[in-house]
C-alpha cells in the first residue's frame, strides 16, 4: 500500500528527501503522516499534511527543519529534511487517515525507510 524510499546515510548538517508512495489508494482524500522510529524508542509521529486545506502539523524538534509537501498527480507524498542531526536517525513511516493520527490507530505499516545522520 505505501512504498517508502529516499533514505540512507547523511552527514549531520546535511539534507535528504523521502518520499512515500501509494498504491491502491488515492492520496488526495487522505491526511499523510510520517512516523520515525529510532532503536529502542517507540514509533513518533513527525510531520502531517491535511487532505483539503493541506495544512501541516510538525514535531517540536523538527520544527523549522522538515518540510511536509504533497504531490496528488503522483500520489506521493515528499519528506524534505534539512539541517539534519544524529537523533534524526531512524526508520521512517507513512500512513494514511481521514486525519493526522497516531501509531496506535494505523493497521498496517509498509517497509520503511531508513536515515542515518553520521559523521
Known amino acids: 500500500q505505501f512504498v517508502e524510499s529516499g533514505g540512507g546515510l547523511v552527514q549531520p548538517g546535511g539534507s535528504l528527501r523521502i518520499s512515500c508512495v501509494a498504491s491502491?489508494?488515492?492520496?488526495?482524500?487522505?491526511?499523510i503522516t510520517w512516523f520515525r522510529q529510532a532503536p529502542g524508542k517507540e514509533r513518533e509521529g513527525v510531520s502531517c499534511?491535511?487532505?483539503?486545506?493541506?495544512?501541516?502539523w510538525y514535531e517540536e524538534s523538527v520544527k523549522g527543519r522538515f518540510t511536509i509537501s504533497r504531490d496528488d498527480a503522483k500520489n506521493t507524498v515528499f519528506l524534505q529534511m534539512s539541517s539534519l542531526k544524529p537523533e534524526d536517525t531512524a526508520v521512517y513511516y507513512c500512513?494514511?487517515?481521514?486525519?493526522?493520527?497516531?501509531?496506535?490507530?494505523?493497521?498496517?505499516w509498509g517497509q520503511g525507510t531508513q536515515v542515518i545522520v553520521s559523521s
Open positions: 500512513a494514511a487517515d481521514w486525519t493526522c493520527t497516531i501509531p496506535s490507530l494505523v493497521t498496517s
Open positions: 491502491g489508494v488515492t492520496l488526495d482524500h487522505y491526511a
Open positions: 499534511i491535511t487532505s483539503t486545506s493541506g495544512g501541516t
